[in-house]
């Protein structure tokens, strides 16, 4: 089969063909240089990397009413917070039936991985291990230790099978345990995230120190609070349809400018389905409601690109024979890619070529 029209990936939008054998890409060109001479089935469409869901915390899919109204902090901070009383009263059943539900949507979806905050210490880690074995989804579980002050050996088991830590915030971990987690992070080669400015401004100074392999949010960062993330080199997710239920907003526009590396996420599942295309077409409507438009290229990296630059994959962001995570293709108008894709996406419109065959769950 040949896909004609346009690709946006690693290498930006651009008009041209791709042609798939087995689900596998075998061919890339410009439109008309093909090698068929006319002999394959053709249809026209948008070739794209597949997505990643970069921030999520789809243990909250637990939850099936709609939360109490309040501020953020009463509903998921840690260790009282309403989220946390739902997990202390689920079944391990309910959990993992809960996680599975959201893996599966994921998978509808198209997305290949998803990066998840684990709350539960070591046992929700591999709660959620067991919840996305045999899914398409490629799980990348950053867990949390549950002991405070940390105790060494549940963070050396933790970190044995987790794939990183990701801590609330420096509102609530003391400089002590960020400094803790981070070594341990970096000595067994694992990652370390952290949410950041998500209720009110915190310097950068707080956050960056140590150093961070992920922020999440900065919805409320300053503009000079961005230069200073820039200048670390640290990317950054955000979630602007979590961020919106609570009146704030990520600066999308001066992260554009500033050329941080921005992934895309959908946050906690009790606030919304785990979809990365809603995700991304409310990101795109937000900025220009706040009247500080993003452009539609932009938000299709923090999707399609940058994520997979994070998890050290950049050859599954570059459609092209031998690419390490087979694409989608999306049956879009392919005059404006980037734009229809970021908009008009909806699972209805991906055409799989490759077979939905499972994943090995990452350690």
Not at 197 to 204: D, L, Y
Not at 316 to 327: F, L, N, Q, S, Y
Request: proline share 8%; glycine share 8%.
């Amino acid at each position: 089969m040949i896909v004609e029209g346009a690709i946006l990936d690693i290498d930006g939008p651009r008009a041209g063909y791709v042609r798939f054998r087995d689900g596998r890409v075998i061919e890339v060109g410009k439109l008309g240089t093909d090698s068929t001479r006319g002999r394959e089935r053709r249809i026209r469409g948008i070739v794209i990397p597949s997505p990643v869901n970069s921030h999520t915390h789809l243990g909250d899919a637990i939850s099936v009413r709609e939360p109490p109204p309040g501020p953020v902090s009463s509903l998921v901070r840690p260790p009282d917070g309403y989220k946390f009383r739902l997990l202390a009263a689920a079944s391990p059943g309910a959990k993992r039936r809960a996680l599975r539900g959201a893996f599966e949507r994921m998978s509808h979806d198209g997305v290949a991985a998803v990066i998840d905050f684990r709350e539960e210490g070591l046992d929700g880690v591999r709660l959620f291990q067991e919840a996305a074995r045999g899914s398409t989804v490629r799980a990348v579980v950053m867990g949390r230790p549950l002991q405070r002050p940390v105790v060494r050996r549940e963070l050396d088991a933790l970190l044995s099978a987790a794939d990183g830590v990701g801590l609330s915030s420096a509102l609530e971990e003391n400089i002590e345990t960020r400094t803790l987690v981070a070594r341990a992070c970096r000595a067994r080669g694992k990652r370390y995230g952290l949410h950041a400015s998500e209720a009110r401004r915190e310097p950068p100074d707080s956050y960056l120190h140590p150093h961070p392999d992920l922020l999440i949010h900065l919805a409320k960062a300053t503009r000079d609070d961005l230069e200073t993330v820039r200048d670390a080199k640290v990317a950054v997710a955000v979630c602007p349809r979590s961020n919106a239920l609570f009146g704030r907003q990520p600066d999308l526009r001066s992260m554009e400018r500033l050329g941080i590396p921005v992934l895309l996420g959908t946050d906690n599942a009790m606030f919304h389905a785990p979809s990365i295309w809603r995700e991304l077409e409310f990101a795109y409507v937000a900025t220009r409601l706040r009247q500080r438009p993003a452009s539609a290229e932009f938000l299709a990296r923090a999707v399609l690109v940058e994520p997979w630059r994070w998890l050290g994959d950049p050859r599954a962001a570059r459609v092209a024979a031998g690419m390490t995570v087979p694409p989608l293709v999306v049956r879009l108008p392919p005059d404006d890619p980037a734009y229809q894709v970021v908009t008009r996406t909806t699972e209805h419109l991906i055409l799989r070529v490759a077979p939905r065959s499972p994943v090995r769950v990452h350690r």
